[in-house]
């Protein structure tokens, strides 16, 4: 799996995915559109903001509320390449792998990392790296089988490639 790389959006707990996106959008299943309205209610300027390849840190519990997967979905469309958390709701988990959205745990990193840092994420190993502080953390690495769901770009393509 290729390593993640980019600037740190940083949200805090409880990140819900009527936060992530609002159900007033939900009537498109087109990434596209969602990813014009990711992260809009809790921050106005996330998507003129968000580059190919950032990344989103939050705290404890990130993705609960509802099990709609237009929140991952609108996430991975925005550019965001991977999500960092102390924990995130397990619906979401499930659904971000289904989808193909790279996502670590890692109560630390997600503390101390901050808006703004450049951060790199070794998926094999799970090492996130810090390049602002020069700081590394070791989050949970992905076992090989849900890499590959990820590489295929989530498990409805992986089972089409099987």
Do not use: W
């Amino acid at each position: 799996m290729e390593n993640a790389k980019g600037f740190v959006h940083k949200f805090g707990d409880n990140v819900d995915t009527d936060v992530i996106i609002p159900a007033r959008y939900l009537n498109s299943s087109d990434p596209k559109e969602l990813a014009t309205h990711c992260m809009e209610d809790i921050d106005k300027d996330f998507v003129n903001k968000v580059k190919p390849g950032d990344i989103m840190v939050a705290t404890k519990n990130f993705g609960c509320g509802s099990s709609r997967e237009h929140a991952p979905i609108a996430i991975k469309a925005s550019g965001v390449s991977c999500v960092i958390a102390e924990t995130f709701a397990r619906i979401f988990y499930r659904n971000a792998i289904n989808i193909g959205l790279p996502i670590i745990e890692c109560e630390e990193a997600a503390k101390e990392i901050n808006a703004g840092d450049e951060v790199e994420v070794d998926f094999d190993s799970g090492k996130i790296t810090d390049l602002t502080t020069n700081k590394t953390y070791q989050g949970q690495a992905f076992p090989e089988f849900m890499q590959r769901i990820i590489d295929c770009g989530g498990l409805v393509n992986y089972i089409n490639e099987k």
